[in-house]
């Protein structure tokens, strides 16, 4: 573990820009309280998440998660995003393998990307979202992620960023809501 933690720490020194005082690094324990609260002024402007967890923290910790990154915009968390291995529910890893004939095993799943209200328009999204698939291709595996497909802007986000769609198709949640997300891979790096 503590070699993937050392990967993290490199991976996000590279996320840093010379003077845009921004800085991405790998979340730590001590982040989450941060991290939930600027999760709720997300879901309060966009509602994202779409439904809010019971327990927050929790969510943002999901099972298999191989790492988290936080964004700090002078000293202040700005954004978040995590990295997980894929399960048989992931549509975008099956979507992938399809398209790509490989195995599903190979992807890893890109979540719980989020961007502070109040820290929008200096490209920590995609900062974020850089450091996810950097890790990702360090451990061997090709990033995927879905998007709610109300979820505009996130979607326009991942076309400008050359993600290709891998197609779209419908989601079960436990709350027994049935939503349709978009899937997409990252462009190969």
Same mark, same amino acid.
């Given at each position: 573990?503590?070699?993937?933690?050392?990967?993290?720490?490199?991976?996000?020194?590279?996320?840093?820009?010379?003077?845009?005082?921004?800085?991405?690094?790998?979340?730590?324990?001590?982040?989450?309280?941060?991290?939930?609260?600027?999760?709720?002024?997300?879901?309060?402007?966009?509602?994202?998440?779409?439904?809010?967890?019971?327990?927050?923290?929790?969510?943002?910790?999901?099972?298999?998660?191989?790492?988290?990154?936080?964004?700090?915009?002078?000293?202040? +968390?700005?954004? *978040?995003?995590? $990295?997980?291995?894929?399960?048989? =529910?992931?549509? #975008?890893? !099956? %979507?992938?393998?399809?398209?790509?004939?490989?195995?599903?095993?190979?992807?890893?799943?890109?979540?719980?990307?989020?961007?502070?209200?109040?820290?929008?328009?200096?490209?920590?999204?995609?900062?974020?979202?850089?450091?996810?698939?950097?890790?990702?291709?360090? +451990?061997?595996? *090709?990033?995927? $992620?879905?998007?709610?497909?109300? =979820?505009?802007? #996130?979607? !326009? %986000?991942?076309?400008?960023?050359?993600?290709?769609?891998?197609?779209?198709?419908?989601?079960?949640?436990?709350?027994?809501?049935?939503?349709?997300?978009?899937?997409?891979?990252?462009?190969?790096?």
């Amino acid at each position: 573990m503590a070699d993937l933690e050392e990967r993290a720490t490199v991976v996000a020194s590279h996320s840093r820009q010379a003077g845009a005082g921004v800085l991405v690094r790998p979340r730590r324990a001590d982040d989450l309280a941060d991290c939930v609260r600027v999760l709720g002024d997300v879901h309060a402007a966009d509602g994202y998440p779409a439904d809010w967890p019971d327990r927050p923290a929790a969510w943002l910790t999901p099972d298999g998660q191989l790492a988290a990154w936080i964004a700090e915009s002078d000293g202040r +968390l700005a954004g *978040h995003v995590g $990295l997980a291995r894929s399960t048989p =529910d992931d549509l #975008a890893p !099956a %979507l992938w393998s399809h398209r790509t004939g490989g195995r599903p095993e190979l992807t890893s799943v890109i979540g719980r990307l989020y961007v502070a209200p109040t820290a929008r328009g200096h490209l920590i999204g995609a900062r974020l979202l850089a450091c996810a698939v950097a890790h990702a291709r360090a +451990l061997g595996l *090709h990033p995927v $992620l879905d998007v709610l497909a109300t =979820d505009t802007a #996130a979607v !326009a %986000l991942y076309r400008r960023l050359g993600w290709t769609h891998l197609g779209s198709g419908d989601q079960r949640w436990a709350s027994g809501r049935t939503v349709t997300v978009h899937c997409f891979a990252a462009p190969r790096g």
